[in-house]
């Protein structure tokens, strides 16, 4: 089972995980989520007349989205606890992104520290039919997705700076989001305790 | 041989409204083909007024010019694909498949929530999209200057 295979497990194992609840959950119709999610941005950019404004609001939904996502995760997923950060890059990229968005990420571009990554998005669902306007040219579309990040790993008392560096709908070959460790977030002591 | 020779494809709005019009015969001047497809718009609203329900998207042959056959589709939402074919010898099915195709892309196209609908397509990707399908119906359209190059060097 899931458990029996540490968190630490490579990325094979990690993604037949991914692979196997992306199976088990229910299905509802793509298209209306995908178009669901253009629509809000969409709305957003009419809303906003400064593309930095739509960026921080997408980030921002997305950290609630992942605040509370981490819980369906985690009860979904069965794994262990990530011992260490290094090991949340591909769990993130094999399970999360293949059970949320139906497809795995790759992970590259480490530091040297194994603190900060990169998570590489051959596929993404979201662009599905898609084409950034004129004049949009500093809008990450899948923002939100960075802050699902964010959000998710703070639960987990990791505090992280996660953006995008690349993305295909401004014309690079791949989408690359850019994970990186600000500090360990000290777990609260309870009052009365010292 | 027998492939068909597509020299014009165009999307026209709800109302008799050009959204999109891309021709492939550098020789003629495209505004002839604007009046061939406005043309043809009066056709299309003739037959899609006389049925009332049943009716098929693919409506066929809309008027026959001296040089070309002007073919029509309408969506359900009153949107209107139109192909103009420069052949004598036109395989109706072959028609229909692209029309399938046709409306498959400009249905993406219209999935773009950056796009408004019922307005000018300004889609690069659309516009790559027809050229392909278009490109795969009739070779020859796009050999114009390919054929008039390697004939010269043999």
């Known amino acids: ?77 069965n794994l262990n606890r990530c011992q ?43 662009n599905d039919f898609v084409e950034l306007p004129e004049g949009c040219q500093h809008l990450w579309f899948s923002n939100i997705l960075c802050g699902v990040i964010r959000g998710c790993l703070e639960m987990l008392q990791w505090r992280v700076e996660c953006k995008f560096v690349k ?21 609260e002591i309870p009052v009365g305790e010292d | 041989f027998g492939a068909m020779r597509i020299v014009c494809v165009a999307v026209v709005g709800k109302g008799k409204n050009p959204l999109f019009i891309k021709t492939f015969d550098s020789q003629v001047e495209p505004l002839k083909f604007h009046y061939i497809i406005h043309t043809s718009l009066d056709v299309v609203e003739e037959r899609t007024n006389a049925t009332a329900s049943g009716r098929n998207l693919y409506l066929g042959l809309l008027c026959p010019t001296e040089d070309y056959k002007v073919y029509g589709y309408m969506t359900n939402s009153k949107s209107k694909l139109i192909v103009v074919v420069d052949d004598l010898d036109v395989k109706e099915h072959e ?16 999935c773009n929530p950056f796009y408004t609908p019922d307005e000018k397509i300004s889609s690069k990707k659309f516009e790559n999209e027809v050229a392909a399908i278009v490109k795969q119906k009739s070779p020859e359209a796009h050999n114009d200057n390919l054929a008039y190059l390697s004939e010269n060097s043999n």
Do not use: C
């Open chain 1, 1 to 77: 089972s899931a458990k029996q295979m540490s968190s630490q497990g490579g990325a094979k194992d990690l993604a037949r995980v991914g692979e196997t609840i992306f199976k088990s959950v229910d299905r509802f119709n793509y298209e209306l989520f995908i178009m669901t999610y253009g629509a809000m941005v969409a709305q957003l950019l009419r809303d906003h007349e400064d593309v930095q404004e739509v960026n921080t609001r997408l980030e921002k939904m997305g950290h609630n989205i992942g605040l509370r996502l981490i819980e369906e995760f985690l009860a979904r997923s």
């Open chain 1, 84 to 126: 260490e950060f290094k090991d949340t890059a591909e769990v993130i990229a094999k399970v999360g992104f293949k059970m949320f968005l139906g497809v795995a990420a790759g992970v590259t571009n480490w530091d040297q520290k194994k603190e900060e990554y990169s998570l590489i998005l051959d596929e993404n669902p979201l």
């Open chain 1, 167 to 187: 993305d295909v709908l401004k014309g690079d070959e791949t989408s690359e989001i850019r994970v990186k460790l600000i500090e360990i977030i000290p777990e």
């Open chain 2, 95 to 110: 028609i229909k498949n692209f029309f399938k195709s046709f409306h498959t892309i400009f249905s993406d196209a219209v």
